[in-house]
Structure formats: structure tokens, C-alpha cells
């Protein structure tokens, strides 16, 4: 079974809006951490954000914030203010298991943004 | 700098060719990976390694193999069994240190080809 969904495969943002890329997930844990990655054309992976399963708050780093509905086993990348920059592919993966300090993570197929001037 | 450096960046190989990618990390990470990116999709675990003399198989292992000499060098052959081999490889590591999210880095990738 698909434990990492992203159905949207591409998404238009024009520059400086905000524009919210969805990631749903399965997992029977109650022990799991959730990420998202930026790869750029280039290839290379970069990490963006994190989400513990326990954590309270939802994660915020700069302009990207994660909108995390443990009920809905959703972790939705919210990017504000949009930059030409951001038009990359946009991965959500998820790690299981407890703080045991192996990270295997599963990943989502991937939603490629393109930010328009 | 510290950091994954993986190389070759880009990789031709016969078919019934062996070939290895390198992946060598100065972080002094416990953990180390291999993914698998095809196009349009996102990424597979190949194999994966938590301490030296030690991996274990992921989600796509065949014809595949790997070795953990050392504590830094994680290198990848792909084999003339791997019938699809066409792909970008990442490698990766992690501490042990799993309370703050970024805690797995990436190395820049090799882009395999099949000629």
C-alpha cells in the first residue's frame, strides 16, 4: 500500500503567493517523523522542513510551513511569498519507528511547482 | 567542507558491465543509504547501512550489492543482473541524533545510463 501520497503532480504558483503542495500518509505507528524535500533540476535533495509525530506545533522554517492534521494523516508544505526560486520538485517523505537513529524514510512520487513571474 | 560527495557525476555503461558509484561522507555519520530515483517518481531504498561491516537490504536489492569498509565510504555496484539500470542515484547519511529533523543529508547525485 501506498504509505506516501502526493496527488498532485504539478502545481502553478505565480511569484510572491502562497500555494499549499498536499501530502497524505499511512502508517500504523505512533512513532514517525515526516519531511520534505526540495529538488531542484539539479538533482540534489534539500531538506526543507520536519514534523514529529508528537510534536504539538506545527513546523514553521521561514516561508515554509507544515500544516500537520495528525486525525487526517495529512502534512501539507505550505510555501508563502513565493520566489521564482522555489520552481523545483517537491518531495514529502516519512520515516517510522522511534528515535533509534536509523532514518529510513519512504517517499511521495512528487509535486513539481513552477512559480510564474 | 563537510559534507556527501558521490562520484562519477554521470556514468555510461554497456550492457552485461559492472559498474560502481562512490560515495564517500566526512560527517561521521553511523548510517548510510542508497535511493534510486526514476524519472517522474520519487525515491527507492536500495540498500542501507547502519554501522561499518553491516548493511541491510531496502525496498529494490536486486542486482544490487554494496560493502561498508569503512566508516565513510559506502560505494554502490550496480551488476549485469540489474535489468533496468537507467536511473539517478542518491546516497545518503544520517546520525544518531533523530530529535531534530535534519538529520539525513543527501550527496549531489550520479546519473546512470545504459548504452
Known amino acids: 500500500a501506498q504509505k506516501i501520497t502526493q496527488t498532485q503532480p504539478g502545481m502553478f504558483v505565480q511569484e510572491k503567493e502562497a500555494v499549499t503542495l498536499d501530502c497524505t500518509y499511512d502508517t500504523s505507528d505512533p512513532s514517525y517523523g515526516l519531511f520534505w524535500y526540495k529538488q531542484p533540476s539539479s538533482g540534489e535533495m534539500i531538506f526543507l522542513i520536519y514534523q514529529g509525530s508528537y510534536d504539538q506545533q506545527n513546523a514553521t522554517e521561514g516561508r515554509y510551513s507544515l500544516n500537520f492534521q495528525k486525525a487526517r494523516k495529512s502534512a501539507n508544505l505550505v510555501i508563502s511569498a513565493s520566489q521564482l526560486g522555489d520552481s523545483a520538485m517537491y518531495f514529502c517523505?516519512?520515516?517510522?519507528?522511534?528515535?533509534?537513529?536509523?532514518?529510513?524514510?519512504?517517499f511521495g512520487t512528487g509535486t513539481r511547482l513552477l512559480v510564474s513571474p | 567542507d563537510g559534507g556527501i560527495t558521490q562520484s562519477p557525476k554521470y556514468l555510461f555503461r554497456k550492457e552485461g558491465q559492472n559498474v560502481t558509484l562512490s560515495c564517500e561522507q566526512n560527517?561521521?555519520?553511523?548510517?548510510m543509504y542508497w535511493y534510486r530515483q526514476d524519472p517522474g517518481q520519487g525515491l527507492r531504498l536500495i540498500y542501507y547501512?547502519?554501522?561499518?561491516?553491516?548493511?541491510q537490504k531496502g525496498d529494490i536489492a536486486e542486482g544490487y550489492s554494496v560493502s561498508r569498509e569503512k566508516k565513510e565510504s559506502f560505494p554502490l555496484t550496480v551488476t549485469s543482473a540489474q535489468k533496468n539500470p537507467t536511473a539517478f542515484y542518491l546516497c545518503a547519511s544520517s546520525i544518531r541524533d533523530t530529535f531534530s529533523g535534519n538529520t539525513i543529508y543527501f550527496g549531489e547525485g550520479s546519473w546512470l545510463t545504459v548504452v
Open positions: 547501512s547502519q554501522i561499518v561491516n553491516d548493511f
Open positions: 560527517l561521521n555519520h553511523d548510517a
Open positions: 517523505a516519512m520515516r517510522e519507528g522511534g528515535n533509534t537513529g536509523f532514518q529510513k524514510l519512504v
